[in-house]
């Protein structure tokens, strides 16, 4: 068993990027990471596409060292396979005082979508990252499947801010860097749903 401070988001990447059928049998294969600015009046993103062969720690190490002092680090849903467009389903949970809830919505969620989901705690909120791929009409179903988990009179557990934004922006991204400091930490594994 592995601990969990040696379990990021990047390292399941890299263990997707071997493992999944379709990525390990594909030629063409890209992830996409983005660097970025956290400013509300000047936000400001630089993607970066990473091809399959180069997706290991070493690469990862790399560009979180060429981080300037107030950027941030995100993984992107997108997946390019042979010029095709899939999506990594991401969640963005609201709170990390209801991180018991976050946990076991992401079982329904699995449930629901036949795929397993990674759970780290952000510091601020709940992250899960699904380990099945989506085109883009599934990716926008998913999103609005989320939307929905948030009951209409209850307390809202799902960042209907952050999908507003995630489908205007025609890809989901979470932050896996605690590089400027303003966060309480850099994501944390702490379970998956199966």
């Not at 941030?72 to 467009?85: A, D, F, H, Q, T």
């Amino acid at each position: 068993m592995e601990e969990n401070h040696l379990i990021s988001p990047l390292n399941k990447i890299i263990h997707m990027a071997n493992t999944d059928p379709i990525l390990a049998s594909s030629e063409e294969v890209s992830f996409h990471l983005s660097k970025y600015i956290d400013d509300d009046k000047d936000p400001q993103r630089v993607i970066i596409e990473v091809k399959k062969k180069k997706i290991n720690s070493q690469t990862f190490e790399e560009i979180i060292s060429e981080l300037k002092k107030n950027e941030e680090l995100s993984i992107l849903s997108v997946i390019k396979i042979n010029n095709n467009i899939f999506h990594l389903p991401m969640v963005d949970f609201l709170s990390k005082k209801r991180a018991s809830v976050s946990v076991n919505i992401a079982y329904d969620i699995a449930m629901f979508w036949n795929m397993r989901f990674d759970i780290y705690d952000s510091g601020r909120s709940i992250h899960a990252y699904g380990t099945k791929l989506l085109s883009t009409p599934q990716w926008i179903n998913f999103m609005g499947f989320l939307l929905l988990l948030n009951d209409k009179s209850g307390e809202k557990v799902v960042d209907t801010r952050w999908i507003g934004h995630r489908l205007m922006s025609g890809f989901a991204s979470l932050r896996v860097t605690n590089h400027t400091g303003k966060h309480k930490s850099a994501p944390k594994y702490i379970g998956s749903s199966g």
